[in-house]
């Protein structure tokens, strides 16, 4: 078992910029790809951004790209999500979640997930 724990969600103004964290527990950290996914009301859930086990390879949605960097600390089990230039169109409730050592895309391949944090945008 893989326990995962979110943080650093919030309110913040269109333009700003928010880092969620997500730490680990259980199995070995590093044997694991990481997503950092999001929902929005009335919406399925996506995958916006991951990382490799080794932090060598990542994945972004076009929606993201050059505004949100994921990032990991082996050392101390916890994957990043940094997000810069935010806006109202990215509030959702953010969840972190593990999966085998390569990133896939679907949410079904993840074995674990965050409980989420919520990030509000406002405009």
């Known amino acids: 078992q893989v326990q995962l724990v979110e943080s650093g969600g919030g309110l913040v103004q269109a333009g700003g910029s928010l880092r969620l964290s997500c730490a680990a527990s259980?199995?070995?950290?590093?044997?694991?790809?990481m997503g950092w996914f999001r929902q929005a009301p009335g919406k399925e859930r996506e995958l916006i951004a991951a990382i490799s086990w080794s932090g060598g390879s990542t994945y972004y949605t076009d929606s993201v790209k050059g505004r949100f960097t994921i990032s990991r600390d082996n050392a101390k089990n916890t994957v990043y999500l940094h997000m810069n230039s935010l806006k109202p169109e990215d509030t959702a409730v953010y969840y972190c979640a593990a999966d085998g050592g390569v990133i896939t895309t679907g949410a079904d391949e993840y074995d674990y997930w965050g409980q989420g944090t919520q990030v509000t945008v406002s405009s």
């Open positions: 259980g199995r070995t950290f590093n044997n694991y790809a």
